[in-house]
């Protein structure tokens, strides 16, 4: 099984500021399987980002996420009010499919 | 538009049976994975298994192999999670969600809104 390790557990910045997350994995995602979700409080996750930095449709590009083999990043260039949420990484690269712990980036 | 609409949250008590349902709307049901993801309260998500409902084929995560069963109706296009006997331990919000890929190995583009079950004597 693939575990994912997310650093910080929690970061808090302000409003404008720019957000690097990241998602290690126990061993290398094959092909770059690696998607980040965002979910808010009371709310279903949302894809944010396929295949390490493929930007699912409707996201804007203030989010991007970069990486290969065990190290990935999704950074937010510039958060907006709606972005202070808690993130996900998610391998599908092998099985099980496994979730990190979450990142949660609240406001400073 | 795709959608997935679960089934209202459930209240039950240890021992008791249920099955949640997850209807797909919006695009060609059978032929695409639904995964079961588990958040238990204040904690991260955990996928439990997928079912393709063209033909039923079913992958479970080995932590929830036997502790429950997905099945699906694709006349109906809805996909179901049952317990035969809950657990205190089972009280938690259950997603389904849809795998964009031709794979099992797959992500998951659209979510249901959750239903959460809790499980108390």
């Known amino acids: 099984e693939i575990v994912l390790t997310q650093s910080p557990g929690t970061v808090s910045l302000s409003p404008g500021e720019r957000a690097t997350l990241s998602c290690r994995a126990s061993?290398?995602?094959?092909?770059?399987?690696l998607a980040w979700y965002q979910q808010k409080p009371g709310q279903a996750p949302r894809l944010l980002i396929s295949g390490a930095s493929k930007r699912a449709t409707g996201i804007p590009d203030r989010f991007s996420g970069s990486g290969s083999g065990t190290d990935f990043t999704l950074t937010i260039s510039g958060l907006e009010p709606e972005d202070f949420a808690v993130y996900y990484c998610?391998?599908?690269?092998?099985?099980?499919?496994?979730f990190g712990p979450g990142t949660k980036v609240d406001i400073k | 538009e795709v959608q997935l609409v679960q089934s209202g949250a459930e209240v039950k008590k240890p021992g008791e049976s249920l099955k949640i349902s997850c209807k797909g709307s919006?695009?060609?049901?059978?032929?695409?994975?639904i995964g079961w993801v588990r958040q238990m309260p204040g904690r991260g998500l955990e996928w439990m298994g997928f079912i393709y409902p063209g033909d039923s084929d079913t992958k479970y995560n080995p932590s929830f192999e036997g502790q429950v069963t997905i099945s699906a109706d694709k006349s109906i296009s809805t996909a179901y999670l049952q317990w035969s006997s809950l657990k205190a331990s089972d009280t938690a919000m259950y997603y389904c969600?849809?795998?964009?890929?031709?794979?099992?190995?797959?992500?998951?583009?659209?979510w249901g809104p959750g239903t959460l079950v809790t499980v108390s004597s």
């Open positions: 919006g695009y060609t049901f059978p032929t695409y994975w």
């Open positions: 061993q290398s995602v094959d092909k770059s399987y």
């Open positions: 998610q391998q599908y690269g092998g099985a099980p499919l496994t």
């Open positions: 969600a849809r795998g964009p890929l031709m794979t099992r190995l797959t992500h998951f583009d659209h």
